[in-house]
Nanobody, 116 residues
């Protein structure tokens, strides 16, 4: 059974940084592309960053230059380094498989709140 456990969220001031982690189990992690999604209050969940098994990364324009996705296959963990955070980055952040894979059951996510 696939388990994805997110951590690392918190309250940060605008301009601050956070590093999110997602530990995966129940899969051969190194063969899967992984993604970070977020869902802000009243909005749909959106994919913000993804990384292929070989380490090729993609981020959406809204976070380009500020967010970096990376992975450690030995630890079955994917990371999201978030710098220069803005209030509009406030959301619950989740990891899961990006398209075209079908996402597995969603974890609890980790709350990121950007506020002064």
């Amino acid at each position: 059974q696939v388990q994805l456990v997110e951590s690392g969220g918190g309250l940060v001031q605008p301009g601050g940084s956070l590093r999110l982690s997602c530990a995966a189990s129940g899969i051969i992690f190194r063969i899967y592309a992984m993604g970070w999604y977020r869902q802000a209050p009243g909005k749909q969940r959106e994919l913000v960053a993804s990384i292929t098994p070989s380490g090729v990364t993609t981020v959406v324009d809204a976070v380009k230059g500020r967010f970096t996705i990376s992975r450690d296959n030995a630890k079955s963990t994917v990371y999201l380094q978030m710098n220069s955070l803005k209030s509009e980055d406030t959301a619950v952040y989740y990891c899961n498989f990006p398209p075209p894979s079908v996402p597995r059951s969603w974890g609890q996510g980790t709350q990121v709140t950007v506020s002064s």
